[in-house]
């Protein structure tokens, strides 16, 4: 009798954070003093070039994907998920100032302020840029 190897599934996550946006978020969460909220990412149509990306410290919602990493809990809506699968979330601090940035494989074309953006299956139509970029 052949013996069979029996592993779990790889489950690659959603959305990635890298080591300084983990940081930061650690920092906001600690300051909500909640166990029970985390960082959600989401997008929203809008911004110059059709949809936007928003994050909020939040309670987990029904329907929502939990992403776990480095004690950090993230949630993602289910319409958000298929904009973001892919995506890396970074925090940057620079001369231009600081914020999140989302580093999106699935976007086409960004705004100039790297907020907004549209996706090969038309997620919005490009408009004029009114964040001075």
Known sequence: M???????????????L?????TKVH????????????????????????MQYGMTIDEEQEGDTRVVQDG?????DEMSLGYLTGSEVDYVDSLMGAGFVVNNPNAVSTCGCGHSFKTASGGGEAQSCGCSH
Do not use: K
């Not at 950090?72 to 993602?76: A, S």
């Open 18 to 22: 890298t080591a300084a946006a983990i």
């Open 72 to 76: 950090i809990t993230v949630f993602v």
């Open 27 to 50: 920092e906001l969460l600690r300051q909500e003093n909640d166990p029970a909220v985390g960082l959600r990412v989401f997008v929203a149509g809008g911004g110059c070039s059709g």
């Open 2 to 16: 052949m013996e069979q190897n029996i592993s779990a599934p790889v489950v690659t996550s959603p959305l990635t």
